[in-house]
C-alpha cells in the first residue's frame, strides 16, 4: 500500500499563496489518482481537486477552480496543490488521498490518506 504525507501547511494573509506537498512512499504515486480534500472546523471533509495517474486531467471544486491548480511529479513521486488569492474560507485541514483506477470526487471511495496538514488564512 501507499503511504502519504502532507506538508507546506501554514498561516497567510488573504490574497497570500501556498504550496502544499503531498509525498509518497512504499509504492509509486503514478499508480493512483490523487485527490486533495480539505476540512474546516465543525464541516464535513469536502472535495478539493484531483488529478490522473498521468497528470494529463485535473478536476477541481468551483469554489477553488481558477486559484487553487494540483499537478504532480511521478519521478518525485510528489503531488502539489499551488493556492493562490486565498481567503479565508480556504482555512482547514487538507488531505491528499489517493485510490486506483478512477477518479472520484467523493471522500469515501479513496483508500489512502495522509494526515493533513493545518492552512489558516487571515483576514
Known amino acids: 500500500q501507499v503511504q502519504l504525507e502532507e506538508s507546506g501547511g501554514g498561516l497567510v494573509q488573504a490574497g497570500g499563496s501556498l504550496r502544499l506537498s503531498c509525498a509518497a512512499s512504499g509504492r509509486a504515486l503514478s499508480n493512483y489518482v490523487v485527490g486533495w480534500f480539505r476540512q474546516a472546523p465543525g464541516k464535513e471533509r469536502e472535495f478539493v481537486a484531483y488529478?490522473?495517474?498521468?497528470?494529463?486531467?485535473?478536476f477541481s471544486a468551483d469554489s477553488v477552480k481558477g486559484r487553487f491548480t494540483i499537478s504532480r511529479d511521478n519521478a518525485k513521486n510528489t503531488v502539489y496543490l499551488q493556492m493562490n488569492s486565498l481567503k479565508p474560507e480556504d482555512t482547514a485541514v487538507y488531505y491528499c488521498?489517493?485510490?486506483?483506477?478512477?477518479?472520484?470526487?467523493?471522500?469515501?471511495?479513496?483508500?489512502?490518506w495522509g494526515q493533513g496538514t493545518q492552512v489558516f488564512v487571515s483576514s
Open positions: 488529478i490522473i495517474e498521468s497528470g494529463a486531467s485535473t
Open positions: 488521498a489517493a485510490r486506483r483506477m478512477f477518479t472520484s470526487i467523493q471522500v469515501n471511495d479513496y483508500e489512502y
